[in-house]
């Protein structure tokens, strides 16, 4: 799976990320390195800090502690200016699509062209139907986001987050809350999209199987505090307890599969 | 960090659960006043920072801010001059001078009520719109989205409707002056016998630039009011769903206090001799 090499420039590079919420510890001295060109998956349970990580490496969390340096620039030093500049070389789909739901698709996908290019609207047209044909939702262009469903919502988000052809994709859960058959098409995409504009991307998930499909490196957090990074394989081959843990998904059963929850959700409805 | 919470007898908690409301209330007042600065930057300074403020959007706000609710604040504003007719010709019966009416009706009408009553109903309809939508979409993570996006939300997102507010708001306070008026007009000619055309110059004889000039400057006040209000509100959004539904009453509440609460001072400020 793995394409990129280790001599491969540093797209990423955190070094020791410390974050309160209040008076709680959420990172404890996060360090880690994304190259160029290769696809890291950032897992870990519910709580684990992932989520948190994802938002300092998108400037959008001012970190107690440590550095964060995105494409060459220190984001904990960026003013909102310089952030926005970095923004634009970067896509963002988000767990919840965060579909503008009072535009189109294709004004959504068109927007950040509308918003940093001055290309002409037939351009922009144009790149948007191609970003929506990537995505395999072209012809879609015109429907509202609450007609699509959730993978094309997924899907349509992607659409627009690589619509700059940005040098790096951050992904938030791409496939969570979603069937396994639409989880998998969207793991393809993702390996698409690395191999056909030769992006970086950070995927964060809790999916197992997601991550060692798409997975150049894995890092496994836990509690704020950096697991495990490596391959697929050295994850799978670790002899740490506590990665055999949650690779056999004892953690993840318990709290984050939709429908271990619902069923306890009801019985304890029952039971009360 | 969270303040710890007091075990205190009931005036303690009392007291404390008033302090803690005053200090959000503060910070809120704080947060919506960054926002009419930064709104202004924005608009002034868009261009030069990349980020443009196009009119599309302002004219899509002002449709929804404006247009769209001229049906109601006719309906609103024609009520409440026939109201004013109906009671103050009961009131100045009593003097034998009903006619005096419509001089209660023009200066009531243009310098309060189609003010007050415009602003209501526009914070009423349009601030908790925008507490809604900008509850959903912080909830949504399109706010996030949109600072990813190199995007900057107050200019994408506030400045149009601020600018919306603030065209339209006065604008719907002179066309509720003038159906108000007309509406008080033709219950007073039907009442007292008066012939429209004498009601209509005895009211522009009455009226003076001023007299519209004092509901619009308030109109201008109220929709800075609303328009961050609501903003504020929806902004400060926790929880799913049920959130949305409490910022949204919030910004109803907020704006409609904030507006009377700013007619009174005005009024004291600029009509006491």
């Known amino acids: 799976m793995a394409t990129s090499s280790t001599d491969a420039p540093t797209a990423i590079l955190v070094r020791d990320l410390v974050t309160h919420y209040g008076d709680r510890e959420i990172l404890h001295g996060i360090d880690m390195e994304v190259r160029q060109g290769e696809i890291m998956v950032i897992m870990g349970g519910s709580g684990s800090g992932k989520t948190t990580l994802l938002r300092h490496l998108l400037g959008l969390e001012k ?210 | 960090m969270a303040p710890p919470e007091t075990s205190g007898s009931a005036p303690l908690r009392f007291v404390e659960a008033v302090g803690r409301s005053t200090l959000r209330a503060v910070e809120q007042v704080g947060f919506g006043a960054t926002l009419v600065g930064d709104s202004a930057y924005w608009l002034i300074m868009g261009r030069r920072r990349g980020q443009v403020v ?38 100045l019966s009593r003097f034998g001078a009903e006619t005096q009416v419509v001089v209660g009706v023009a200066f009531g009408m243009t310098r309060e009520f189609a003010p007050l009553i415009t602003g209501i109903l526009i914070a009423g309809r349009s601030g908790s719109a925008l507490a809604a939508r900008l509850g959903t979409m912080t909830i949504n993570q399109e706010i996030d989205a949109l600072e990813v996006m190199g995007v900057n939300p107050t200019r994408f997102l506030v400045v149009p409707s601020l600018v919306a507010m603030l065209i339209m708001l006065p604008a719907l306070v002179v066309w509720a002056d003038i159906v108000s008026l007309l509406g008080a007009g033709l219950y007073i000619s039907a009442e007292l016998g008066m012939n429209m055309s004498t009601y209509v110059d005895q009211t522009l004889e009455l009226l003076s630039a001023g007299d519209l000039l004092h509901g619009l400057e308030k109109s201008l006040i109220f929709a800075v009011l609303i328009t961050t209000i609501g903003i504020a509100d929806g902004a400060s959004v926790e929880g799913g769903a049920e959130g949305v539904g409490r910022v949204t009453t919030n910004a109803v509440v907020h704006g409609i206090t904030a507006i009377v609460l700013t007619d009174m001072i005005f009024a004291f400020a600029t009509t006491r001799s």
């Open chain 1, 63 to 272: 970190a107690t502690s440590g550095s964060v340096q995105l494409l060459g620039r220190e984001l904990t030093e960026l003013d909102e200016s310089g952030i926005y500049e970095v923004g634009k070389k970067i896509g963002v789909a988000f767990q919840s699509g965060a579909l503008f739901s009072s535009m189109s698709v294709g004004e959504n996908v068109m927007l950040p062209l509308v918003e940093h290019t001055r290309l002409d609207r037939e351009t922009m047209e144009i790149m948007m139907r191609m970003k929506l044909e990537i995505v395999k939702l072209a012809g879609f262009e015109d429907l509202m986001p609450a007609e699509l469903s959730g993978g094309m919502i997924k899907r349509a988000a992607f659409a627009r987050a690589v619509v700059m052809d940005p040098v790096v994709l951050f992904a938030d859960e791409p496939s969570a809350g979603l069937d396994p058959v639409v989880s998998r098409s969207l793991d393809e995409l993702i390996l698409n999209l690395r191999d056909a504009l030769g992006m970086t991307i950070v995927v964060v998930t809790h999916e197992l199987e997601s991550a060692f499909n798409i997975a150049d490196r894995i890092t496994m957090l836990d509690q704020g505090n950096i697991l495990t990074i490596g391959t697929v394989d050295d994850v799978r081959s670790s002899d740490n307890v506590r990665v055999q843990h949650l690779l056999n998904r004892c953690f993840e059963e318990e709290v984050l599969d939709p429908d271990a929850y619902l069923a306890r959700l009801v019985g304890e409805g029952r039971r009360a």
């Open chain 2, 54 to 91: 196009r009119p599309q959007p302002v004219f899509a706000e002002m449709m929804e801010i404006g247009i769209r609710a001229i049906p109601i604040v006719t309906m609103l504003a024609v009520t409440i001059g026939i109201m004013l007719a109906i009671q103050g010709i009961y009131q």
